[in-house]
């Protein structure tokens, strides 16, 4: 069969960490498999939040790579302000935790870069790529966001060549994503952001999200949607090839570990958790022996101030950022693994992307989120947790009682089931269909 082209554009590609990069290393890692040879074009010297090395051995080999440079502001904010490290990644102070510069800084980010800091590298990139398709056969090409000033270069694209292929990838949603409301925008900058918005999903031919409700709302603002979910990757060495029995000498067997794995935000700190845990703790003397928080990955320093005040002071465990290699190491390395969402209903769609690679460990999920959220859904097809709202207590609490007293009888470990459709190898083969 002949190998068709797509030209996939990100801004994040490795040495990028944490879960923006993986969904489309992932794809380019396995599109080959199904006729697709991709092209990436990437910024030559982006600002990229966090830096992992070991995702490079998943570039394919001999893969064509194309760059330019970009030009973007955040370099000269982080010096006015280290918060503003937070925003490349759509995080936010909330609350009495805001200053006065956070406060400025997230002004002049929704108001003055619409729709993001990486606008500036839109027009260029335009410019450059007409001449690369004119140069280049290519079939498809595919946009993924955020950020979603890289949509405008497909949009820019699409109107030079009203024939081509286009593809928006919205790994979250533009304006109802949860950190929106928190941008204080003026009128006229909600407008803009709506408007382009509005004009990717009609100018696309396929929009692809990474959710059940995402793809549901696209389509209801007037998007030709489809979802295709994250997943995870089979080939990653820490993840079992089958969940069985066997795996049970993976159960740390002197310490009950509860792990956060990634990123935590205020935005989606799972108080009532701390506070289940604190209780838990400090009433349950066999509990509080065994007992570890684990965090791999960066934790707001606010919310691991709140929980060293607690009685869980002595339990915390907090390895900091690390590869995403030794990420899955240590999902395999717990007990119960912990992920948290946005509270409110907008975010029923968001489905983080570290939930495949827990339900690929075989591990328990205890959750956070809103009611009828997509991942709720998930937990319920494999069986691999429970999903609870920011207001459970009780539930929350019988729970991890529930996992702590069967870890003691060494019985933790249940199987899952009909994850196989969640494998990146699987999603990709979906992918390669929808692209024709």
Known sequence: MEQKKILIITYYWPPAGGPGVQRWLKFAKYLPEFSWNPVIYTPENPSYPLVDESLLKDVPKNIEIVKTKIWEPYQLAEKLNKSNKKFKAGQFDVGKNQSWK??????????????????????????????????????????????????????????????????????????????????????????????????????????????????????????????????????????????????????????????????????????????????????????????????AGRVDDKILQSIESSNLKNHILNLGYISHDKAVEEMANSNLLLITNFPNASSRGIIPGKIFEYLATGKQIVSFGPDQADVARILDETGAGKHFSYQESKLVKDFILEKYELWKKGNLLENVQNIEQFSRRNLTKKLAEILG
């Open 102 to 295: 956070s406060k400025l800084s997230i002004w002049v980010r929704g108001n003055f870069f619409i729709p993001d800091a990486r606008v500036f590298w839109v027009k260029p990139s335009i410019k450059f790529l007409e001449q690369y398709l004119k140069e280049n056969k290519i079939d498809v090409v595919v946009t993924s966001g955020p950020p979603h000033s890289l949509h405008m270069i497909g949009l820019g694209l699409k109107h030079k060549f009203p024939a081509l292929k286009w593809i928006a990838d919205f790994r979250d949603p533009w304006t109802e994503i949860s950190y929106y409301q928190h941008l204080k925008l003026t009128k006229r900058s909600d407008r803009k952001h709506r408007q382009l918005e509005s004009a990717v999903f009609k100018n696309a031919d396929i929009t692809l999200a990474t959710s059940y409700t995402d793809a549901e709302n696209f389509r209801k603002a007037g998007a030709n949607a489809v979802c295709i979910t994250n997943g995870f990757d089979e080939s990653d060495a820490a993840v079992p090839q089958t969940i069985t029995a066997d795996n049970a000498s993976r159960q740390n067997a002197e310490s009950f570990t509860l792990s956060y794995i990634g990123v935590l935000e205020q935005l989606r700190n799972p108080e009532n958790l701390w506070k289940i845990l604190d209780e838990l703790v400090n009433e349950n003397t066999g509990f509080a022996a065994h007992f570890t928080l684990k965090f």
